[in-house]
């Protein structure tokens, strides 16, 4: 008898430990929830859904992981692109800056030396052209009694100075002679130069202020 009752008790706390929910929903709608079997009405025992409280926990973790999961990649990528899109700064390459901005400005001072003012004149920013008109700037160009030397005293010595990705300054030694003849005077300059439209373009004010 002590053996049965010890038997029974084991299989209590069993099945207690392992219970299972039985869900059941009345006339009027009402869902209710219970333990035990016993107290659901006949008439609605033929409906009850039963519920297996651990591994419906055991899966709804799973099926959250899973999501978190698959969320985990498009959440990082948003957060990237959050930052980006509120100006995150980006890793400058100043040896293609430095490097752009040398090529450009020496394409200038060829223009510049050539007196191909017209072609030189679509190098210079948008905000010195406002200041002053084509014909303007090529006129005043023409009428200048210096100009650039020729060959290696032209321009030499570039150095190239990175103010931000949009803006630099390029410092020189220029080479000015005389229309009519006369010695090459070497000054050192510096002229700023702006990225716009993709290409980088010079103050055009300094090359009209430089050497008249």
């Not at 651990?54 to 692109?81: C, H, I, L, V, Y």
């Amino acid at each position: 008898m002590k053996i049965a009752i010890g038997t029974l008790f084991i299989l209590f706390m069993f099945s207690t430990s392992w219970a299972e929910t039985y869900k059941w929903v009345d006339e009027k709608g009402t869902i209710h929830f219970t333990q035990e079997f016993s107290t659901i009405p006949e008439k609605f025992r033929d409906q009850v859904e039963i519920k297996d409280d651990k591994t419906e926990d055991s899966g709804k973790g799973s099926d959250e992981k899973s999501k978190d999961d698959r969320k985990g990649p498009s959440k990082r990528k948003a957060k990237a692109e959050h930052k980006k899109s509120k100006g995150e700064k980006q890793p400058i390459n100043t040896r293609k800056i430095e490097s752009d901005v040398t090529d450009a400005f020496t394409d200038i001072v060829s223009l510049w030396k050539d007196g191909k003012y017209e072609s030189l004149y679509e190098c210079g920013t948008l905000s010195s052209k406002a200041s002053v008109g084509k014909e303007n700037f090529v006129s005043h160009m023409g009428k200048k009694a210096w100009g650039l030397a020729s060959s290696w005293e032209t321009l030499r010595d570039i150095k190239v100075e990175i103010q931000h990705p949009k803006s630099a300054y390029a410092t020189a030694k220029i080479g000015y002679k005389p229309k009519r003849g006369g010695d090459t005077k070497v000054r050192t300059e510096t002229f700023q130069l702006k990225l716009e439209n993709g290409a980088w373009k010079v103050d055009l004010s300094k090359i009209v202020k430089a050497v008249k």
